[in-house]
């Protein structure tokens, strides 16, 4: 990544002030390919825990660890020019004290170049993130359903219905009161994500939020059809690549069978256009 490349992405400033404006774009990418598709056309790319179900085929979030973290923050960060990274600091990595969280985040931010860390919780989070963010680490919040949380939840049940809404909307206002600059609304009811953007000063990012939230973020590969252990009802498939990747890999194994590939266009002659079986160069 080049300092000229570097310079060309988008801050945390800018995002903090897209709030009631056009809407911040913002996808999960865990790859450098993956990277490059999104970036020219989102504001905000996270480099989520959520790799750990989508690429890791973990049950949950729960099993991350800081290095996958690192390992996948440094390649979307090789292929993005423009969207601003943010890291998620994955179950156990800042819960204990800030100072924890600190030594974790910094070197997550020094590891991958992220511009950001994002971190779950509301209220009991307030001190971390203000201790952070007074120290040069900017804090994306999460509230709402967090899946590091999923235990105490019972399984990944929407929050914030009838009185429980008051939780939630204590949450993103203690986020956005410690020094958030955005804060990630995920499966809560959508006039309370709409209460929640219109009282919170920071942007918020709805995921099965409200089309009233300063932006949106979805799994990458969720839209785009190639995870299919589940979908949450919040997901819109934009593409089903997952159907066309398994008909493209059916199609190879039944070329391969019938020894029609390879095929002449896929092979080596000998020097005197003639094809020669098992020529490597």
């Known amino acids: 990544m080049s300092a000229t490349a570097a310079s060309k992405a988008l801050t945390v400033p800018e995002i903090a002030a897209r709030k009631g404006k056009t809407p911040l774009v913002c996808l999960t990418a865990y790859t450098t390919p993956v990277a490059k598709l999104v970036d020219g056309h989102c504001d905000l790319v996270l480099v989520g825990d959520s790799v750990g179900m989508v690429l890791h085929g973990m049950a ?80 994306m919040g999460h509230v709402g359903l967090t899946p590091q949380a999923v235990n105490t939840f019972g399984g990944y049940h929407v929050q914030g219905r009838g009185e429980d809404a008051e939780r939630i909307l204590r949450d993103a206002t203690a986020v956005s009161e410690a020094g958030a600059f955005a804060v990630v609304l995920e499966k809560v009811p959508e006039a309370l994500a709409r209460l929640i953007t219109e009282q919170v000063a920071i942007p918020t990012i709805g995921i099965g939020a409200s089309p009233a939230c300063d932006g949106q973020i979805l799994v990458v590969d969720d839209m785009l059809g190639l995870f299919g252990a589940f979908r949450p009802r919040f997901v819109k498939r934009y ?38 079986v098992g020529e490597a160069t």
């Open 60 to 139: 949950s979030t729960l099993g991350v660890t800081l290095e996958m973290m690192i390992l996948h923050g440094k390649a979307v960060r090789r292929g993005l020019q423009s969207a601003l990274m943010v890291v998620d600091m994955p179950f156990g990595s800042y819960e204990e004290n800030p100072a924890q969280a600190f030594r974790n985040a910094a070197l997550v931010m020094a590891e991958t170049g992220a511009a950001a860390v994002k971190l779950e919780g509301g209220e009991n989070l307030a001190e971390t993130i203000r201790f952070l963010t007074a120290r040069g680490i900017p804090v």
């Open 239 to 276: 593409a089903e690549l997952g159907k066309d990747a398994e008909a493209a890999i059916a199609a190879y194994a039944k070329e391969v069978r019938e020894r029609g590939f390879p095929g002449a266009d896929h092979v080596f002659d000998n020097g005197s256009g003639t094809a020669s």
